[in-house]
């Protein structure tokens, strides 16, 4: 909510050697899975300390996404789809291609509550699946090589793709799968792109890669110009151009830029309007937030306005810029203080937490929710509210 300062909402080192960590929104419910046990997925709510349910698998969990409706479980050759509400297991998807890196993408928006994963280990198809009725929507013959990185925008209508080459991002149209926009990031080498995130009203696109540099793409249908007609001439004279020239010239260069401080390490980027402004943010693996400003006008390159660490506390930064032991940051309480918190009742009641469509194994036994009316229930509406797009 801040450029200046990051507030810490709550700390755990309960549970070590966490690699997946996802929240709804901004509610307590917070998916937890840890290296020690690759296999089960813990559901947390954080502010009271309390474990909601947990539930393990066939195979090591690559990937957790979840929405207002669904909770999504991904493994290397297969997909659990869960109702968010009550946890039970409504579909598998077996036998899905090899997905060693687990990409896949939920859709946040409940109403088209779209799934969407590599439907080819070899080359660039996109499998999307509707998650609220259970069907198969289209297949998206998307790039030549396989997937590497995938995202839908907000409202759950266009969706964004790259390759392991790393050199042209398409956007389509969901659920019709039509390609609206190609953008090129560059010929000069392969590079592998990590992150692709939209805006959150869909007019721009941003993608960091193992490189230096991350793009911002500006999605926008060109109106008829002259520059329209110039470019009909080029396209009838394509046919008679190396693929590659042809190609350049269908495809629009980046509108924004950022020159990262590192390079070679893995980062994520988004988008967002912190205090009505619109940003670019980018967390790099060693552990620090970056935040800069875009002219969504004249686009260029973007300004630096403040970095975070994300480890410990800004202090803990600075002192260790003078080369001085950080002071542990002392604001949140641990997750064995929020344990000790008084509960309004004792846990009594469980139920088997498995599924006969085959997710969970049988015998896994999910606490009730002691919090609720009744076992798992994650629907109360003054702990989940309802996501607002500004």
Request: charged fraction near 20%.
């Amino acid at each position: 909510t801040s450029v200046d300062k990051l507030d810490c909402i709550h700390e755990s080192t309960e549970t070590p050697d966490v690699y997946i960590v996802e929240r709804l929104f901004s509610s307590s419910l917070v998916v937890v899975v840890s290296q020690s046990v690759p296999r089960r997925m813990n559901v947390y709510h954080f502010k009271k300390g309390t474990e909601i349910c947990n539930y393990s698998y066939s195979n090591n969990i690559l990937a957790v996404r979840l929405n207002r409706q669904r909770l999504v479980v991904c493994l290397e050759e297969s997909i659990y789809i869960h109702n968010i509400k009550d946890m039970k297991l409504l579909k598998t998807l077996l036998n899905t291609p090899s997905n060693p890196s687990g990409l896949c993408a939920l859709s946040i928006n409940h109403s088209n509550s779209f799934l969407a994963y590599p439907g080819s280990d070899t080359i660039g198809e996109i499998i999307v699946y509707d998650a609220n009725n259970l069907s198969t929507v289209t297949m998206i013959p998307a790039h030549d090589s396989p997937l590497a990185a995938i995202t839908f925008s907000a409202s759950g209508t266009k969706l964004a793709s790259a390759s392991e080459r790393g050199t042209v991002i398409r956007v389509f149209s969901i659920p019709e799968g039509l390609r609206l926009f190609e953008f090129r990031r560059g010929m000069k080498r392969y590079v592998n792109i990590s992150s692709l995130s939209f805006s959150p009203d869909a007019q721009f696109l941003c993608a960091s890669s193992n490189t230096e540099t991350v793009h911002i793409f500006k999605l926008e249908q060109h109106t008829p110009s002259w520059s329209a007609y110039v470019g009909k001439m080029f396209t009838a004279a394509s046919s008679y151009l190396p693929a590659q020239v042809s190609g350049m010239m269908s495809q629009d260069r980046a509108f924004a830029t950022v020159r990262l401080q590192m390079t070679g390490q893995k980062n994520v980027c988004a988008l967002a309007i912190i205090q009505k402004l619109p940003r670019l943010l980018v967390a790099s693996s060693d552990g620090q937030l970056f935040i800069y400003n875009i002219d969504p006008q004249d686009g260029g390159e973007c300004t630096l306005v403040q970095k975070h660490r994300l480890f410990g506390s800004d202090k803990d930064l600075e002192e260790t810029e003078k080369s001085e032991l950080p002071e542990p940051p002392q604001a949140c309480q641990s997750y064995a203080a929020t344990v000790a918190i008084p509960t309004s009742g004792p846990v009594t009641a469980t139920l088997t937490g498995y599924s006969e469509d085959g997710g969970a194994k049988k015998g896994e036994v999910i606490p009730e929710h002691e919090f609720a009316a009744g076992p798992v229930c994650l629907d109360d509406e003054t702990e989940f509210p309802p996501v607002s797009i500004r």
